[in-house]
């Protein structure tokens, strides 16, 4: 499986540890380093839907003042292909194809216990 997100990122960084605590294997994806294009974003809104990927809580949403455009579902997908650190984070890609955004304890130890 992959994970993306970032190194700094506290929830990507509780999600890697869980990974690491329960043996499991992965391949991590720094958007800072290998930034994700449409193609992939395209994929995974087609699985969990715009508003689950889009990360409207970020420092990256603030920063860029992103509230004040009150952007629709084509807005959001926009700036999602030209600013990754707009993605809810981590979003892993399971094996299966299924894709899972973000990081729930509860969430993880169904899926992966």
């Avoid at 990256?60 to 030209?82: A, I, P, S, T």
């Avoid at 194809?97 to 169904?110: H, N, P, Q, S």
């Amino acid at each position: 499986m992959k994970v993306y997100g970032i190194k700094t990122c506290g929830s990507v960084k509780k999600a890697l540890k869980f990974f690491k605590d329960n043996n499991i294997e992965y391949e991590f994806v720094d958007f800072k380093k290998t930034p994700v294009g449409c193609d992939k974003i395209d994929e995974w809104i087609s699985k969990v839907g715009v508003d689950v990927l889009f990360n409207n809580r970020g420092t990256k949403y603030r920063q860029l003042k992103l509230k004040e455009l009150n952007l629709d579902e084509n807005g959001k997908r926009e700036w999602l292909c030209k600013e990754n650190l707009l993605i809810k984070r981590p979003v892993i890609e399971l094996d299966d194809g299924r894709v899972i955004v973000g990081f729930d304890e509860e969430k993880y130890k169904e899926i992966f216990g």
